[in-house]
């Protein structure tokens, strides 16, 4: 998968919307994915955010943690793509933190068995997309073969 | 970021920082496994302590180091994992089997001379 990226974007850094200063919690915040090293990335901004929100130290690991299987899942499969993490509000006031994960790569031919549990969750190469659904709260799959993957979490502060 | 791994007597120690990519957790793999052989090291401890997330991919890797250290007449003992990572990894479904653990450095280390003396002490004549 490697061989294929020119060498110039594999060596590339990352991209995020704001890459200083102090992250507003209302502003989406996007991060481009290329390499392993954006997976990093990703989730050390997902558990800042998820501080800023109030989140605990737990659930701030499960939302880090989530981020890094679907940010895995994008420089797996897709190569490229990109992760938004936003604050959120719900009903009766509370907060929470969603995560979307999006990708124009290959897709999942059939969803329903990427799902299930067991299905290649072994810690192998696989999409373990249950688990990152065990780890939050609100979990949405959107995949069209040849056109891409959109994963949403959201994960609500108790 | 190379992780440095140290040479403690009969033993190999290499801690994990925070944020490690995937590239640099290979690379401490392949060296600890080929330090093995140089050091003639009969354990081989893991400290993640400052790790903050275990995903499928470290899981998966750290359990390669294990298995690849005992292929060479190593063990490995993970040591130091936070009480948050711990529940991550059981909420993701994931295993470290055939994986020793222990809680810090010191029951790793002390894990590790048990196991040696039981080694000798079945010797014949040992």
């Not at chain 2, 048990?114 to 080694?119: H, I, L, M, P």
Request: glycine share 12%.
């Amino acid at each position: 998968m490697g061989e294929r990226q020119p060498a110039a974007e594999s060596a590339g850094g990352f991209a995020v919307s704001r890459r200083s200063g102090r992250v507003s919690p209302n502003e989406a915040q996007e991060i481009a994915v290329r390499a392993d090293a954006d997976i990093v990335v990703a989730r050390q901004r997902g558990r800042e955010l998820a501080a800023s929100l109030g989140f605990g130290p737990t659930d701030q690991t499960l939302i880090a943690t989530a981020i890094s299987e679907l940010t895995r899942n994008i420089v797996l499969y897709a190569q490229r793509g990109r992760i938004v993490l936003k604050a959120i509000v719900g009903q009766g006031g509370k907060r929470g933190i969603m995560v979307v994960a999006r990708d124009d790569g290959p897709g999942i031919p059939n969803v329903e068995q990427a799902l299930q549990s067991g299905f290649s969750t072994s810690g192998g190469l696989g999409l373990g997309l249950p688990g990152v659904r065990r780890l939050t709260d609100e979990f949405h799959i959107a995949s069209e073969v040849g056109h891409g993957t959109t994963v949403t979490v959201k994960k609500w502060n108790r | 970021m190379v992780v440095p791994i140290l040479k403690q007597g009969p033993y190999l120690i290499a801690t994990i920082p925070t944020a490690l990519a995937d590239a640099d957790l290979q690379s401490l793999r392949d060296g600890l496994v080929a330090q093995v052989g140089r050091c003639r090291s009969r354990g081989v401890i893991v400290d993640i302590t400052a790790l903050d997330v275990m995903d499928s991919f470290a899981v998966r890797t750290v359990r390669d180091i294990a298995h690849m250290t005992r292929l060479r007449g190593a063990e490995t003992v993970i040591v130091g994992m936070q009480p948050e990572v711990a529940l991550s990894v059981v909420q993701l479904g994931l295993t470290l089997e055939g994986v020793h653990a222990a809680l810090d450095l010191e029951e790793g280390l002390a894990f590790l001379d048990e196991k040696a003396n039981a080694v000798r002490g079945g010797r014949p004549g040992g």
